[in-house]
């Protein structure tokens, strides 16, 4: 199956994230199966405070790219075609923001062990 | 025009949308199987010349452009691995016309995916399902043309990468999809009906495209009762189109209008239509629209129509989709009910709302009631904000003499910058 990233968008800080959308993640690769989809890997990003950026060489505090909605976690997921991925995408707890799906060019990331 | 190129011309406009959804079947690749049907059509001319016009326009030319297509699939073959489309199973489909099913609706549902922007939807739908040339759709919206042909180019890239589905939606999804495939023929109508700026009010070309589009997915889905309500909607507005303008190009207002000149076939199909929907459950937002449109066209004037109605079909119609432009447009019909003050009660609290900061037809609807009401220098620093806002040269012509009057009407003293 073809694969997508699912970028998570939140406002809120990872640290301060409910504990009911911290569950919630924890049960994500089940749904996802459930609905006939698989979820290759998944991780959470620590607060862009904690980001360092590199742009020509010059090294500077903070995320490249300011935005409102700090990217928080990316996971990898395996759906049949954009409806499909776009179903699953919308299981990802969110406590405020969103997420972007994209899919992936031509290699699959395999499952770290 | 000779009779064959006339042939070839109204199967163009009739046959295109079948042809090309029968190949992108065999090409699996939308570049592809436009190229074979564009071939087809040529070859539709010559041959059409020497033996006449097929029974079957739409058959004939499906049949040329899968040989066009396959040929040229078998030649590059070797050459290239595409990203096909994703086909859903052929298993078990109704087959028609020699047994080439009719992908219509899938043509139409890929094109209007909500995962492509609304205007790649447009054109898309504009390019593939009707037939027009990228540089006439880029004049129609008033772009360069490789600013048009980018950005359907794109959208069909991000339908082969993302992997959008060449497929009728699944029932549970299907009334999203409708009424995603219907806003873009709505848009299309308006576009067409009235232009955003430029000199003439109507370009006839998108809103008769976007009629045969209503007309098309009526017949391909005449079980969905919003496709009949829009139909419906675009039928009325299309029976009053020769009246909107006078004689000098001014615009008119519905109470000027000469409604012997409306189109009473129009007005009556799109009753039918109207009335059936209606009797087969609770109404959407294009039925609804319809319903009020139609009661409009029904009026023998614009005093004599049932105003209290049409309050009534705008409150369900804001209760089922709360636009702040349906609130304006109900904030009339409440005037005509109630009297010009109940309705600039609405449309001050709109003002206060601000999502319709910037829309032209906010301060014009105010400063018409506000000229009922007889508080005119109000009126004209209401007329002179639409002004500010219309870029159509129609309208700006039709508020220009609107404030004239309602100028001439304020009190002495009392003068325009």
């Keep these: 199956m073809p694969q997508y990233a699912v970028l998570i968008y939140e406002r809120v800080p990872p640290e301060e994230l409910p504990a009911e959308v911290m569950r919630a993640h924890e049960q994500l690769p089940s749904r996802i199966a459930e609905l006939g989809g698989r979820e290759v890997a998944g991780m959470g990003l620590a607060p862009d405070s904690t980001a360092t950026s590199i742009r020509g060489g010059v090294v500077t505090d903070g995320p490249f790219i300011e935005t409102k909605e700090v990217l928080a976690g990316v996971f990898v997921i395996e759906a049949r075609d954009l409806d499909h991925a776009l179903a699953l995408a919308k299981l990802t707890p969110i406590a405020d923001g969103g997420v972007e799906v994209r899919p992936l060019v031509g290699f699959e990331v395999t499952e770290s062990g | ?417």
């Excluded at chain 2, 000199?199 to 809103?207: A, F, G, I, K, V």
């Excluded at chain 2, 098309?216 to 009762?225: D, F, N, Q, V, W």
């Excluded at chain 2, 105010?366 to 904000?385: I, N, T």
Aim: hydrophobic fraction near 45%; aromatic fraction near 4%; charge should be neutral.
């Design chain 2, 1 to 417: 025009m000779s009779s064959i190129e006339q042939a070839v011309a109204d199967a163009h406009r009739r046959e295109w949308a079948y042809v090309l959804a029968a190949t992108v079947r065999v090409t699996r690749d939308l570049d592809a199987a436009e190229e074979a049907v564009q071939d087809a059509y040529v070859q539709a001319l010559r041959t059409w010349a020497r033996d006449g016009v097929p029974a079957r326009p739409g058959a004939w030319l499906t049949t040329v452009a899968r040989r066009v297509a396959l040929n040229a699939l078998r030649r590059r073959q070797t050459l290239e691995a595409k990203l096909p489309l994703l086909l859903e199973p052929a298993a078990a489909e109704p087959a028609e016309d020699g047994g080439i099913p009719d992908d219509r609706l899938r043509l139409v549902f890929t094109c209007c995916h909500p995962a492509l922007a609304a205007e790649a939807q447009v054109a898309l739908t504009l390019r593939l399902v009707c037939g027009v040339p990228t540089a006439d759709i880029a004049r129609a919206f008033l772009v360069a043309e490789p600013t048009m042909a980018a950005r359907i180019t794109r959208a069909k890239k991000k339908i082969a990468t993302a992997r959008i589905r060449y497929a009728v939606p699944a029932p549970n999804e299907l009334p999203e999809r409708v009424d995603a495939v219907l806003t873009v023929i709505h848009l299309l109508y308006a576009t067409g009906h009235t232009a955003g700026s430029g000199d003439t009010l109507q370009r006839d070309e998108l809103t008769g495209r976007a009629l045969d589009l209503a007309r098309l997915l009526h017949a391909l889905l005449p079980a969905e009762r919003e496709v009949a309500g829009l139909l419906a909607l675009l039928l009325v507005h299309h029976a009053r189109r020769d009246t909107r303008t006078g004689t000098d190009g001014r615009l008119l207002r519905l109470a000027e209008q000469d409604r012997s000149r409306w189109d009473g076939a129009l007005i009556a199909e799109s009753d039918q239509l109207i009335v059936a929907a209606l009797r087969a459950g609770p109404p959407g937002r294009f039925t609804l629209q319809a319903a009020i449109a139609a009661l409009h066209a029904q009026a023998p004037s614009y005093a004599e129509t049932d105003w209290p109605q049409i309050r009534t079909l705008y409150d369900e119609l804001l209760r089922i989709w709360p636009s702040p432009v349906v609130a304006l447009n109900r904030a009339v019909a409440v005037s005509m009910v109630d009297g010009p003050q109940a309705g600039l009660d609405e449309i001050d609290a709109l003002e206060r709302d601000g999502r319709l900061a910037g829309y032209r037809y906010l301060p014009a609807t105010k400063a018409e009631l506000l000229h009922r009401l007889g508080r005119d220098s109000e009126a004209v620093v209401a007329y002179q904000a639409a002004l500010a806002l219309a870029d159509n040269a129609t309208e700006h012509e039709f508020l220009t003499e609107r404030l004239r009057s309602a100028t001439d009407s304020a009190q002495p003293g009392t003068r325009v910058p």
